[in-house]
C-alpha cells in the first residue's frame, strides 16, 4: 500500500512541474563593505521555464518606495537561447549581477532581485519570485581630536580640581570604540558620568594614606602643619563643597590646655609644597561616553576621561585616544601632553612708542615648551599693571592681547605683567613701557599757542580802532 502511494505522489508531482514552471531565487550574502569599495551584487535562480524579465531595486525611505537600478528583458536579447522542447523538463541555473563602483554612504540599505518566467502550462502567464540582501556599508571615522572641557580655566595650588579630556571621533559608521591611554599604558575606568561623593571622599581618603611621590621632604613644622587638616577627626575637603570652617582645640592639637575657654587658630602657613592629600599614586579615572548621528548617516562619538588632577605627577603626561573600527586597518590616535606654561614669549608694536600712539602687546608663545611652543590644556592670560590700574580703569584684563589706546605721556615706565595658567601651573612675564615724545603733537600744540596768543594782542586793537572811527563820525 505504501508503495502505491509513493508512485502515485511521484506521478502527481511529475505532473504539476509539467503543467506549472517552478523558480528559487537568491542573492549571495555579502559581508559589510568599506565606503569607498567596489561591490558586485549577485543573483543567482533556477528554473526549468522560460526567462522573463531581471528587475533589481533599491529599497529606500525605510521600504515604502523602490528604485529601478537594472532591467533585462528576454524578450529583446536575441542572443538569448530558448529551449526547442516546450514541453520538456531542463533545469537552468542563471546568474544576474549588478557592479557598484565605490560605493557611499547613501548606497547602504536592501536590494531586492525580482525574476519572472513564462509559465510551462501557458506562455501568457508569468511566474515572479525574488530575493533580498541588506548592503552594509561601513564608514572609517573621518577626524579624531583630543580637548579639555571647560578651558581656559585658572591654577588653584591648595584645592583639588577635577580635569575631563574629551575625545570626538567624527564620521565612523558604525560607531567607533574609544579607549584612552597614558604614556602608552591603557588606563582602567570606571563607567561613571562624574565621580560621586563617595568615589571623591575615597580618591582624597586614599591619597592620604598614599606614600609621597617627591622626593625632597618638609621639615618637621611644614609637616606637621600641612597635615593638620587630615587628621581623622576633620572631614576632608570636597570638590563639590568649600572648606568646612573648624576650630581646633589644643586637645585636637594634642597639647595640653590652659584655659577651656581658650581658642587657638592656627597659624597659616604659605607653601610652595603642593599638599599631602593632593598626591595619589592611583587615581580613579571616570569614563563616559555619548554618540549621535550626523546628517549623512555617520556617527559622532566623544569619549570623556575625568579624574582628580595632580599638577606633580600629571605635568608632562602624555594622553592617547585610540579609535578602533572594523573599517580600518590600524587604530587611529590622538595625543596630547599635559604641560603646564612656561614664561610667555611677548611681543610690542609699535617697537618704539610716542605719545597717543595705539599700543598691543601680544602673547606671541612660550619661551620653553614641551612641543615648541605648545601648551595644554590652553592657558588663561591675564593682564595687569604693577602698583596700579590700566589704561581703561579696570584691575585686569583677560586674552592674549592687551590694547592701550592713546597712551599719555604719564604712562612712561610703567611696568606691565601677563600671567599665563592652566589647571597644571602659572608663570608670568613683564613688559616695561617706554613712551617716547610725539613731535607731532608737539608742533601742533605750538601752532595752537601761538594763535590763541596772536588773537590777544590783536583782540585789544581793533576795539581801540573801533572806538577812533565811531568818535571821528560822531
Known sequence: MKILLTFFLLLCSDFMDSVMGYLTVSIEPLPPVVMGDTVTLKCNFRTDGNLREIVWFRVTEGGSSKQKIFTYDAMYNTNFSHMEDFRRREDLVYQSTVRLPEVQMEDNGPYECHVGIYDRASREKVVLASGSITLAVMSPPKSISVIAADQPARFNRYEAQNFTLICIVTGGKPAPVVHFKRDGELIEVLPSVQPSEAAQNRGLRSAKRSRPLISRELDDTKRQKSLSHLEPDIEPMRLDR???????????????????????????????????????????????????????????????????????????????CEVKHPALSMPMQAEVTLSAPKGPKLSMTPSRVKVGDTVRITVEGFQVGTKGNEVFPEPLFTWTRVGGLLLDGSAEREGKVLVLERVPAELNGSMYRCTAENPLGSTNTHMRLIVFENPRIKKETLHLNVADSSGLVSGPALTVLLLLLILEFT
Open 242 to 320: 568649600a572648606r568646612p570652617r573648624h576650630s581646633l582645640t589644643p586637645g585636637a592639637l594634642g597639647q595640653e590646655s590652659a584655659s577651656p575657654t581658650t581658642e587657638i587658630i592656627p597659624e597659616t602657613v604659605v607653601s610652595r609644597e603642593f599638599p599631602r592629600w593632593v598626591l595619589s599614586s592611583s587615581p580613579l579615572y571616570y569614563f563616559n561616553h555619548t554618540q549621535s548621528q550626523l546628517t549623512d548617516g555617520t556617527m559622532q562619538v566623544q569619549a570623556m576621561l575625568t579624574w582628580h588632577l595632580n599638577p606633580q605627577l600629571d605635568n608632562d603626561a602624555l594622553f592617547s
